[in-house]
Structure formats: C-alpha cells, structure tokens
C-alpha cells in the first residue's frame, strides 16, 4: 500500500487556502462520475469526493443517476423513504426526498429495480424542473453518479454536465469502455469537458501510465488528450467500507484511498471547471433531467 507523498498534499492544500471560496462557488459545477464498465469504484469516488468537498464547506448535492441499479445510499447507509421516481411520479415532493447527511452532502436517491421512465405531461414536468432550480441554487456541487454502460440513459446525464469525470481500473476492458464512453461523449454537439480518474492502481505512477493507455487510444482516433484528475490507490480499507455501509472517507478517514480522494477533491476546486447559473441549468441540464423521467407504467395517465 502507497504513501502519498506530503509535499504534495501540503502544496494542493496551501494552494486551496488561498482561494475565496466565495469566488468560487458563485456559479454551480454540474459533474458526472462515468465508467463504461462497472465494478471500477465509480460510486465510491462518487460519495468519497462529495464527502471531502463537504467538509470543505461546500454544499453538495449528490444525484443517483443510476436509475435502474441504484446503490449510492447503499454505499452511505441510507433507507430513502423517497427516491427520485417517486418525485416524477407525483408521489411526493423533492424536499421530501432529498436526505440531508450530517457532516456530509444531501442525496437525492434513486431506486433499484426500476429501468424505465416515465413520459411526463407538461404540468408534471414544469412542477419537476420548478423544484430541482430551487434546490440547484443552494449548492456549489452536483454529484451525479452514472450508472455503467454506454446507452441513451447514460450518455443523456454526460451531455448535459458541464464536467464529466471517468473511472477507469487498469484493465483492458475497463480501458476500452472507458474509450468507448468518450467516442459517444464526443459526438455530441457541444461535450463537456472530461478527466480521468484511475481507480485501483498500486501507486501512483501506475496511475499516470495507466492514463497515458487510456490517452494513446484516445488521441490516435479521437484526436484529443485527456488531463488526469486524480489517482485513487486500490485499498483492501474499500471493500470493508462498502461491507459496512460506510463511505471510506468516513470508515478509514486516514486510509491511502482517502487521502488519494481527498486529494482529487482539492484539485477539483483549484480548477476554474465549468460553472454555470440556476438559470443556465434550467435551460439545460435540469430540462433533459426532468426529460428523464421514469418510464414506468403509471395506471390513470398523467
């Protein structure tokens, strides 16, 4: 297991302190944490980063965007009485269904077992839309935690972020569909920006190669080069962690994988990244959210 190196961490955290965070959070930052494939880590990078930036003081809110295998409130020990479905489905409002964590983000959980989504009638919609801007306008921070795969579902959060971080182990498949991700990410009419996380790796030169794999694909048929946000090592601490319910950050605060996540948060808010207005997320995201929806059969129409 690796050590991270302190003059590292010192020179990322002195060059965090002397940032206005008020600067900073003045315009949201809508990120998507993508894979391709599954069973990367990508959901507990997800929590783990929204953890660090909370304690940062900023105010995060994290989406489960894994609308048919849903496990980000696994993954915190959470009970959602709410999920996002029933929001759409007019069950309930999204006050009653974000969940606030002490110490931690807000999460607007979404429930397993439910692939589909629901057309919704314009009254519907707007009511959605209406009550995700008010919530949008208190945060610096929306986490969205992709589900795995490259299909519509998918792709349909990546597009409409303004910042798309992907997970990626050191494997072949992993690599592959991590390309695959990004050529679809790509062919979007205006794709956000996208960095590289890798997952897993023994150290963190393992990690740089591992994204120089990831890149000589990518520019040989993409023609672009992605930066490499941050290098989380593989840490036996993790899999207690999800055993547990717990976020790692919070199991084993002072565990290699923290503190590797920690590290990613802090270059994450040294970075200008791609901010936006509340109004500017309801022309965009926030529309092709509520678009979403959940196709479920509802019985006496909308």
């Not at 040294?270 to 196709?295: I, N, T, W, Y």
Request: charged share 25%; net charge neutral; aromatic share 4%.
């Amino acid at each position: 297991m690796m050590t991270i190196s302190k003059d590292q961490a010192m020179s990322l955290r002195q060059g965090l302190d002397g940032c206005d965070r008020s600067v900073l959070s003045r315009r949201l930052r809508c990120i998507s944490v993508c894979s391709g494939k599954g069973g990367v880590g990508k959901t507990m990078i997800s929590v783990g980063l929204a953890f660090w930036l909370a304690r940062m003081k900023y105010k995060v809110l994290v989406i489960d965007g894994d609308l048919g295998l849903a496990n980000v409130d696994i993954q915190m020990g959470l009970d959602p009485r709410f999920t996002l479905q029933d929001v759409v489905l007019g069950h309930c409002s999204l006050a009653d269904t974000v969940m606030r964590v002490e110490g931690g983000p807000d999460v607007l959980p979404s429930a397993s077992g439910a692939p589909e989504m629901v057309d919704m009638g314009n009254a519907r919609r707007e009511m959605f839309v209406s009550d995700l801007m008010n919530f949008a306008g208190n945060y610096d921070f929306i986490l969205i935690d992709v589900g795995a795969g490259i299909g519509k579902g998918i792709t349909a959060f990546l597009q409409v972020s303004s910042e798309v971080l992907v997970v990626v182990a050191n494997e072949p498949t992993s690599i592959m569909d991590a390309y695959s991700l990004i050529k679809i990410l790509r062919k979007s009419k205006e794709p956000p920006p996208a960095m590289i996380v890798a997952n897993m790796v023994r150290s963190l030169d393992e990690g740089d190669l591992l994204a120089q794999k990831l890149n000589k694909v990518v520019v040989r048929f993409l023609g672009i080069e992605l930066p490499l946000a941050g290098t989380v090592v593989y840490d036996e601490s993790v899999k207690d962690a999800v055993r547990a319910r717990c976020p790692v950050v919070s199991y084993a605060n002072a565990s290699a994988a923290s503190k590797c996540i920690k590290e990613l948060a802090e270059r994450i808010c040294l970075q200008p990244g791609s901010r936006v207005s509340p109004a500017e997320m309801k022309e965009v995201f926030f529309e092709k959210l509520a678009d979403l929806g959940l196709r479920q059969k509802v019985e006496g129409g909308q």
